[in-house]
């Protein structure tokens, strides 16, 4: 069994889903497909692009990203109810959103928000980030971002035997996995990419690889014994390499 990953697909945008429709129908069918979230806010489209996956691969892993908790044209009024949803449908399609060993690895799914541990809210952002316009939720950003870690503990007090283990989240775990070309006029989005406690869950964790997605800005690199690896389709715009990326396990 191979081991792909991507992220941040979009499939909104027409290049993108025909990208997914014209993955091969048969040399993936024996592998594991690790989807690190955004893939988009639409229901019907979310519930037709993971069954094309599922088709393709004979296992999904999907985390749900920001985009899959909109709701500006969904019949959800609450983010955290459609968050739930699209835990169910993927579910009910036989995809993988829980912790799961396949073939002697440890598939571990761990969900987040940004809590601005990375770098307080500023003005610019607030003006600009999508989230808050489009996400209706019921409580503080960070007191949703500790829902969903206090999720993760559920999952970490598992004891689980393996020959590998792989973690994905989303959001970004650790902001210094950010390269040292991302321009300086850039550093606004910090507060909105991830959390430092999500870091720390990984980091107890103490996977092999850890997936993420979020940021758009593809990377592959050790941090504390641990390989953190980004591989985001991106919007059609910015979008450098048509590929999956298949992890190498030693």
Same mark, same amino acid.
């Given at each position: 069994?191979?081991?792909?990953?991507? +992220?941040?697909v979009?499939?909104?945008?027409?290049?993108?889903?025909?990208?997914?429709?014209? *993955?091969?129908?048969?040399?993936?069918?024996?592998?594991? *497909?690790?989807?690190?979230g955004?893939?988009t806010?639409?229901?019907?489209m979310?519930?037709e692009?993971?069954?094309?996956?599922?088709?393709k691969?004979q296992?999904?892993?999907?985390?749900?990203?920001?985009?899959?908790?909109w709701?500006?044209?969904?019949?959800?009024?609450?983010?955290l109810e459609?968050?739930?949803?699209?835990?169910?449908?993927?579910?009910?399609?036989g995809?993988l959103?829980?912790?799961?060993t396949?073939?002697?690895?440890?598939?571990? #799914?761990?969900?987040s928000?940004?809590?601005y541990?990375?770098s307080p809210?500023?003005?610019q952002? =607030?003006?600009?980030?999508s989230?808050f316009? *489009?996400c209706?939720? +019921?409580?503080?950003?960070r007191?949703?971002?500790?829902?969903?870690?206090?999720m993760n503990e559920?999952?970490?007090?598992e004891?689980v035997?393996?020959k590998w283990r792989?973690?994905? +989240?989303?959001f970004?775990?650790?902001?210094?996995l950010?390269?040292?070309y991302? #321009?300086?006029?850039?550093d606004y989005?910090?507060?909105?990419?991830g959390?430092t406690?999500l870091g720390?869950q990984? =980091?107890?964790?103490?996977?092999?690889i850890?997936?993420?997605?979020h +940021?758009h800005v593809?990377t592959n690199?050790m941090?504390?014994?641990?390989?953190?690896?980004?591989?985001?389709?991106?919007?059609p715009?910015?979008r450098?390499?048509?590929?999956?990326l298949?992890?190498?396990?030693?």
């Open positions: 069994m191979r081991v792909f990953t991507v +992220s941040d979009h499939v909104d945008f027409g290049p993108n889903q025909q990208w997914v429709r014209q *993955l091969s129908d048969f040399d993936y069918q024996r592998d594991l *497909l690790i989807v690190a955004d893939l806010d639409n229901e019907r979310l519930i692009i993971l069954t094309i996956l599922k088709h691969f296992y999904v892993v999907f985390v749900p990203g920001n985009h899959e908790t709701v500006h044209c969904s019949r959800f009024s609450d983010s459609k968050f739930y949803w699209v835990l169910k449908v993927a579910t009910e399609l995809v959103t829980e912790r799961v396949l073939n002697g690895i440890d598939i571990v #799914p761990l969900y928000w940004y809590d541990s990375f809210l500023n003005d952002l =607030e003006e600009s980030w989230d316009r *489009l209706h939720w +019921s409580m503080s950003t007191d949703l971002a500790a829902h969903f870690h206090k559920i999952t970490l007090r004891v035997e393996s792989i973690s994905v +989240s989303h970004m775990p650790w902001i210094e950010l390269p040292d991302i #321009p300086k006029h850039l989005l910090w507060p909105v990419l959390s406690m720390e990984v =980091e107890r964790l103490r996977p092999d850890h997936i993420y997605g +940021s593809n690199t941090r504390n014994g641990i390989k953190y690896v980004n591989n985001a389709f991106g919007y715009n910015e450098t390499r048509l590929s999956l298949q992890l190498e396990l030693i």
